[in-house]
């Protein structure tokens, strides 16, 4: 009896296993993979190890690509090499290597199994006479490759799927017995049985088995499926930001478009299939008390608001765990750290921070694009950041909301209605690409302002509203202190100065604000670098207060006075 699994050469088992290929690892949505159905296995262990070096489920590719070629250098028809293209978005030398080590195993592993079948090829003489009374079916060789050697003729033949091509020209000698074994293992009556004994084979590659479902057995033949449910990994949380489907129609409906109008839809509909529908939700840090506790210590001023944001974690924590934060509004003079509390809160919880500038703003166009009539019409910040980001709750900060425009013509905040309501924010439109439906309603609103007198209260209500106190002079130490020791761990100088500040260059910084603190210790850092210190002095810190220096009219460089 001639005992090997049946081979498949038809396309709707390797469109089916691409469905669900794609349905276990979503991220590949818009990168191409086409692949026989014998190597799907193998492109499965490739992503999987492609999410190890990562260390996510959604790894962030600059480019990505698998196809496979039939080599020239290859014996017989069974044989096709996986091309492999993969980048990564930043660049990390020893990920690099971990990348391509994965790719080239891939590879390696592609030319030991069958294209069609997935079975493992065996190295077999084709001349060998008693090779060939053992198994019949094994192919005859071509002549112009026969002819280096009268006696032998190495090849790597699958035998399963020699056994299926034999038996179709041989067909009226094939035995009952035969028969049988070939009607267990038809894939396309018991895809289920032949996926077992497809495992079983691959087993030797300690590849995982993969669940097909059973209930859709048509083939998807741009093999471009999404899945439907989102899919959580490691405990991330996924939601799927707008429909592809819409994307697609778009690219579609560009081809009737005037000539600017196609290549301005071509050009972001590349864009966005360079990413992914689905956005990673940024989780609460787990010690997230300790954080806080810790935001305190640093910035003494806003423990109002420190408060507060802890209450809205403790209800993360005892629901999903997502960050979640409604509108902030921080009022309070100049100089207090409004924005260095921002920077710091954003950097601290992992997720995207983007700062929009009001008093600079004309319009809303900054925050939700322009409209489709202006010819230079583009997508504001908000669709941009979560469209081609990989993040659906990142961080949006308002500076200076009560230095915006309030006449008719120009209302940059008025977006802001919809925004910080999330049902609303739920279906937000970008003004550029109306057509485009994205879910806005995990961002998190921030803002500053120097005074609430000029902001519109509609807008103000839809804020919860802090007011931030100039520091107190015990407060004041504790900010230069944390200003201090950020330099010393972030930056690649940090490590050649003292651990500690000196108390007398403590005392200096605290008669200026938090803002001007940051900077002046940057610059006495610098002085002292110069001079060959590992430690400041306060005549660093007086050197470095250059608004004293123009309030005494000394001017800067050929302007500077001369008596």
């Given at each position: 009896?001639?005992?090997?699994p049946?081979?498949?050469?038809?396309?709707?088992?390797?469109?089916?296993?691409?469905?669900n290929l794609?349905?276990?690892?979503?991220?590949i949505?818009?990168w191409t993979?086409?692949?026989?159905?014998?190597?799907?296995?193998?492109v499965?262990?490739?992503?999987?190890?492609?999410?190890?070096?990562?260390?996510t489920?959604?790894p962030?590719?600059?480019f990505?690509r698998?196809?496979e070629?039939?080599?020239d250098?290859?014996?017989g028809?069974y044989h096709?090499?996986?091309?492999?293209?993969?980048e990564?978005?930043?660049?990390?030398?020893a990920?690099?290597?971990?990348l391509?080590?994965?790719?080239?195993r891939?590879?390696?592993?592609?030319?030991?199994?069958?294209?069609?079948?997935?079975?493992?090829l065996e190295?077999?003489?084709?001349n060998?006479?008693?090779e060939r009374?053992?198994f019949?079916?094994?192919?005859?060789?071509?002549?112009?490759?026969?002819?280096?050697?009268?006696n032998?003729?190495?090849m790597?033949?699958?035998?399963?799927c020699a056994l299926?091509?034999?038996?179709?020209?041989?067909s009226?000698?094939?035995t009952e017995?035969?028969?049988?074994?070939k009607?267990?293992l038809?894939?396309?009556?018991?895809l289920?049985?032949w996926?077992?004994s497809?495992?079983?084979v691959?087993?030797e590659?300690?590849v995982?088995?993969?669940?097909?479902?059973?209930?859709?057995?048509v083939?998807?033949?741009e093999l471009?499926?999404?899945?439907?449910?989102?899919?959580?990994?490691d405990?991330?949380?996924?939601i799927?930001?707008y429909d592809?489907?819409?994307?697609?129609?778009?690219e579609e409906r560009s081809?009737?478009?005037?000539?600017?109008?196609?290549?301005?839809?071509?050009?972001?509909?590349k864009?966005?299939?360079e990413?992914?529908?689905?956005?990673?939700?940024?989780?609460?840090?787990?010690?997230w008390?300790?954080y806080?506790d810790?935001?305190?210590q640093?910035?003494?001023?806003?423990?109002?608001?420190?408060d507060?944001?802890r209450?809205?974690?403790?209800?993360s924590a005892m629901?999903d765990?997502?960050?979640r934060?409604p509108g902030?509004?921080?009022v309070?003079n100049?100089?207090?750290?409004?924005?260095?509390?921002?920077?710091?809160?954003?950097?601290d919880?992992k997720?995207?921070?983007?700062?929009?500038?009001?008093s600079?703003?004309q319009?809303g166009?900054?925050l939700?694009?322009?409209?489709t009539?202006?010819?230079?019409t583009?997508?504001?910040?908000?669709f941009?950041?979560?469209?081609?980001?990989?993040?659906?709750n990142p961080i949006?900060?308002l500076?200076?909301?009560?230095?915006?425009?309030s006449d008719?013509a120009h209302k940059p905040?008025?977006?802001?209605h919809q925004l910080?309501?999330?049902?609303?924010?739920?279906?937000?439109?970008?003004?550029?690409l109306?057509?485009?439906?994205?879910d806005a309603?995990?961002?998190?609103?921030m803002?500053t302002?120097n005074?609430?007198d000029t902001?519109e209260?509609?807008?103000?209500?839809?804020f919860?509203v802090?007011?931030i106190?100039?520091p107190?002079s015990?407060q004041m130490?504790v900010?230069t202190?944390?200003?201090?020791?950020?330099?010393?761990?972030?930056?690649?100088?940090?490590?050649?100065?003292e651990?500690?500040?000196?108390s007398?260059?403590?005392?200096?910084?605290c008669?200026?604000h938090?803002?001007?603190?940051?900077?002046m210790?940057e610059?006495?850092?610098?002085?002292?670098?110069y001079?060959?210190?590992?430690y400041i002095?306060?005549e660093?810190?007086r050197?470095s207060?250059t608004d004293s220096?123009?309030?005494?009219?000394?001017?800067?460089?050929?302007?500077?006075?001369?008596?």
């Amino acid at each position: 009896m001639l005992d090997y699994p049946v081979a498949i050469k038809k396309s709707v088992g390797a469109n089916l296993l691409n469905k669900n290929l794609r349905a276990q690892h979503p991220w590949i949505s818009p990168w191409t993979i086409h692949v026989s159905l014998g190597l799907i296995n193998v492109v499965g262990d490739l992503l999987a190890e492609i999410e190890d070096v990562m260390i996510t489920k959604r790894p962030g590719l600059a480019f990505f690509r698998i196809t496979e070629e039939l080599d020239d250098d290859l014996d017989g028809s069974y044989h096709r090499k996986l091309d492999v293209f993969l980048e990564a978005r930043q660049r990390i030398e020893a990920r690099d290597k971990a990348l391509l080590t994965a790719a080239q195993r891939a590879v390696g592993r592609s030319l030991l199994i069958c294209h069609a079948c997935g079975n493992l090829l065996e190295r077999k003489n084709l001349n060998d006479k008693g090779e060939r009374e053992l198994f019949p079916f094994l192919p005859v060789p071509e002549v112009k490759r026969n002819a280096f050697s009268s006696n032998s003729f190495y090849m790597h033949v699958c035998m399963a799927c020699a056994l299926n091509d034999w038996e179709e020209k041989e067909s009226t000698n094939i035995t009952e017995t035969t028969l049988a074994s070939k009607a267990q293992l038809n894939p396309f009556d018991n895809l289920e049985a032949w996926e077992d004994s497809h495992d079983e084979v691959m087993d030797e590659f300690d590849v995982a088995k993969r669940q097909t479902g059973d209930e859709d057995l048509v083939a998807d033949e741009e093999l471009s499926v999404v899945a439907d449910e989102e899919k959580a990994a490691d405990g991330d949380t996924y939601i799927t930001m707008y429909d592809i489907e819409v994307v697609n129609k778009l690219e579609e409906r560009s081809k009737d478009m005037s000539k600017d109008n196609a290549y301005r839809i071509k050009g972001i509909v590349k864009r966005i299939k360079e990413t992914s529908p689905d956005k990673r939700l940024v989780a609460i840090p787990d010690a997230w008390r300790d954080y806080c506790d810790d935001l305190v210590q640093k910035f003494p001023n806003f423990a109002e608001v420190v408060d507060f944001i802890r209450s809205q974690l403790a209800l993360s924590a005892m629901s999903d765990g997502v960050l979640r934060l409604p509108g902030l509004l921080l009022v309070g003079n100049p100089g207090t750290g409004k924005t260095e509390f921002m920077l710091t809160l954003a950097n601290d919880l992992k997720t995207k921070l983007e700062i929009i500038d009001i008093s600079a703003a004309q319009t809303g166009i900054a925050l939700t694009g322009s409209e489709t009539y202006w010819s230079n019409t583009r997508t504001g910040v908000l669709f941009d950041t979560l469209v081609f980001g990989e993040i659906a709750n990142p961080i949006i900060m308002l500076d200076e909301v009560d230095k915006a425009r309030s006449d008719d013509a120009h209302k940059p905040l008025a977006a802001l209605h919809q925004l910080l309501e999330p049902r609303q924010a739920k279906i937000f439109k970008d003004l550029s690409l109306t057509e485009l439906v994205l879910d806005a309603s995990h961002v998190m609103w921030m803002a500053t302002a120097n005074t609430l007198d000029t902001l519109e209260k509609p807008i103000m209500d839809r804020f919860t509203v802090f007011n931030i106190s100039d520091p107190s002079s015990e407060q004041m130490r504790v900010i230069t202190a944390t200003q201090y020791q950020r330099f010393i761990d972030n930056h690649p100088s940090g490590h050649v100065f003292e651990e500690t500040m000196r108390s007398e260059v403590i005392d200096e910084l605290c008669k200026y604000h938090p803002r001007k603190v940051r900077k002046m210790l940057e610059q006495s850092f610098g002085l002292a670098a110069y001079d060959g210190r590992n430690y400041i002095t306060v005549e660093d810190i007086r050197a470095s207060d250059t608004d004293s220096k123009k309030d005494r009219n000394l001017g800067i460089g050929f302007l500077s006075s001369v008596d």
